[in-house]
């Protein structure tokens, strides 16, 4: 099993009570702890306002970080969970990860996904479209970015999008199996008609949640796709992500877990007071549990865990026992 690290952001509120001017140095510490030790990457999200509530507090931007982290880091991989497809021009988009791309020296994961927080949108001015005409915009901004990739330049008329004569110079650094530019893209969601199927025709690794059963469930839902479209489900790696608070005993992870809702509170309206971090479906507990569940979800067909903990920007404990009681284990 392969592991990923959640940089603290402020979208989760997860850095509330640290002055803007010096969040910067408590995300980078966590990046380059992730670099110095075993972690294969490291993962922002693609929001621009807190969640579960829209606030003053600092959500920074996720296209700006991997440009940062790309420049600031050496071995970790970089990933978005997930960019959102209708936030930026798919053209536009293509030529900002083949730029981090360069600047990474190929260590960028492209993660894409059709959005989902109503608020942003309309925010920033992008209406929001129905679910439809989202995933519509996903399949279409995909292949537009790995033509951008593949080719250097693209003109596409689609549903979606109209692109005439996009040039994507530099392209990335990285190759597909057809040895042509192209960054590892991994089609984040769970739709089993529609996302699920895109994954198996344009992506390299799929992202959904849910315990053992629904991740197995959409596990071979994947696995019917991959066969129609003929490809080797070994070239699509199964990835998840996981709320994690882990602790020596399950009395002290709760009260990190206690701690970490409470500054969260300090910046929420009271009627989404501990909301912050949010405990069901999260591992909130000792390494043995977490190794219990991972195992499961492991025999599942999980291969890649992104983990988020909600406290690293003040204390790296948990990390400690992730690396040292748990990824040995599974690594």
Not at 48 to 60: F, R, V
Not at 192 to 218: C, I
Not at 278 to 302: I, K, N, S, Y
């Amino acid at each position: 099993m392969r592991f990923g690290l959640f940089v603290p952001q402020g979208w989760r509120l997860d850095l509330v009570g640290i002055e803007p001017a010096d969040q910067w140095q408590r995300m980078l510490a966590v990046a380059q702890r992730a670099d110095a030790g075993p972690w294969e990457s490291v993962w922002v999200y693609d929001h621009m306002h807190t969640t579960p509530h829209p606030t003053d507090e600092a959500t920074h931007e996720a296209w700006s970080l991997m440009a940062a982290l790309a420049a600031s880091t050496e071995r970790v991989r970089l990933g978005q969970m997930c960019t959102c497809i209708g936030y930026r021009n798919p053209a536009l988009l293509a030529k900002i990860a083949a730029t981090v791309d360069c600047i990474s020296d190929g260590r960028l994961e492209f993660g894409i996904g059709a959005g989902w927080y109503e608020h942003e949108w309309r925010a920033y001015g992008y209406g929001f479209p129905g679910v439809g005409e989202r995933i519509s915009a996903l399949r279409d901004g995909v292949q537009i970015i790995q033509r951008l990739w593949a080719d250097g330049e693209a003109t596409v008329s689609s549903e979606s999008f109209e692109v005439d004569g996009a040039i994507c110079r530099p392209q990335p650094l990285q190759t597909g199996r057809d040895g042509r530019p192209r960054i590892p893209t991994w089609i984040a969601g769970g739709g089993e008609q529609r996302t699920l199927r895109y994954v198996a025709k344009w992506g390299d690794a799929a992202n959904f949640g849910g315990g053992p059963e629904q991740f197995a469930r959409k596990r071979d839902i994947l696995l019917g796709h991959l066969e129609r479209e003929g490809r080797d489900p070994a070239e699509v790696r199964l990835s998840s992500n996981l709320n994690v608070v882990l602790r020596s005993t399950e009395e002290e992870a709760r009260r990190v877990a206690d701690e970490v809702n409470a500054r969260a509170d300090t910046a929420l309206p009271a009627e989404h007071a501990r909301s912050g971090f949010r405990t069901q479906g999260a591992v909130v507990g000792t390494p043995q549990q977490l190794l219990d569940h991972l195992g499961a979800m492991r025999e599942a067909g999980l291969d890649t865990l992104i983990a988020y903990m909600p406290e690293v920007a003040f204390d790296q404990e948990g990390i400690d026992l992730f690396e040292r009681e748990v990824m040995l284990h599974l690594a």
